[in-house]
């Protein structure tokens, strides 16, 4: 019974409550919430504004940034750890740090090091003998050094899964390509990334769909500044619905993100994994 009405409280009545405001004109009033049924206008408002088309193609470039990074750095760190390093254990401790650091927490101390005047970053380079760089509000670098954000604490996911996995690996085939004089990078290209791709293309999907929901570094650090030039979709959701509290129109875009990213998902899980399905 409490698990139900949990269910009911925390994701019914919210999915229910969005799907309506969705087609609906919502106003704050002091009697309370008022609803106009609009039918399908914030959609057709959505597919008009270019704020929606500039918060989308910032976020598909958001995630395939991120991600191929994050999945080579990944990938790249599991093979360094197979490879027969020492210290296997000590390095991986510490790899999977930042990944159990709080995000907010991580984009406040990013911050601080990105700051022009007293930033670690900008003291590093003045000291090399280089001018000071505005990471954070300068709009043609600021979305790309909060990638480097997202790519230090989010790499340590790819890593560990990818590890695992070459460990589980047979060693059957490494020991015939061995015998035939295979080099590493043949050994990798023909042995160890066709055994690697389940699990490789695994990753991908989960990272893709993690950086889609892109808030919380974003929002603490530059606030989607400057100006709109980092605003990805759950950033122009927030604005619309807790900024300009048009909750109707937010809802709206909601469900277009969501049902987008299932679509994605799904198509994903069914042409690319299938052949992997058994």
């Known amino acids: ?25 919502v106003k704050m009033a002091r009697g309370g919430v008022q609803t106009t049924w609009i039918g399908f206008e914030n959609f057709i408002r959505a597919f008009q504004d270019p704020l929606v088309a500039q918060s989308a ?16 750095l990944g990938l790249a760190l599991a093979l360094l750890m197979t490879g027969g390093i020492r ?9 999977i740090i930042p990944i159990i650091l709080p995000p907010v927490a991580v984009s406040i101390a990013w911050l601080f090091m990105y700051d022009y005047e007293f930033g670690i970053f900008n003291y590093l380079l003045n000291e090399a003998g280089f001018a000071s760089v505005r990471w954070l ?33 047979p060693r059957d085939p490494y020991e015939a390509a061995a015998i035939d004089g295979a080099g590493r990078w043949h050994v990798f290209r ?26 919380d570094k974003i929002f603490i650090m530059t606030r989607g500044g400057p100006g709109s030039s980092a605003y990805t979709m759950t950033l122009t959701i927030y ?37 992997y399905a058994a």
Do not use: C, H, N
């Open 190 to 215: 023909t042995v160890t990334l066709p055994l690697l791709q389940p699990v490789l293309l695994v990753v991908i999907l989960l990272r893709l769909i993690d950086a889609a929901r892109i808030f």
């Open 1 to 25: 019974a409490p698990t139900i009405i949990m269910f009911i409280l925390f994701a019914a009545i919210p999915a229910v409550t969005t799907f309506t405001y969705a087609f609906s004109r």
């Open 87 to 95: 210290g296997r254990g000590a390095l991986t401790s510490l790899l």
């Open 57 to 72: 193609w910032t976020t598909i470039k958001w995630m395939v940034v991120v991600t191929t990074v994050e999945i080579g």
């Open 239 to 275: 604005i619309e619905g807790f900024t300009k509290f048009d909750f109707g129109y937010a809802s709206a875009l909601s469900l277009l993100f969501q049902f987008s990213l299932i679509a994605a998902a799904t198509f994903y899980v069914r042409r690319v994994l299938a052949d």
């Open 137 to 169: 509000s300068d709009p043609s670098i600021a979305l790309y050094a909060m990638m480097v954000v997202d790519v230090w604490q989010a790499t340590p996911f790819a890593f560990l899964l990818l590890y695992a996995a070459l460990l589980s690996l």
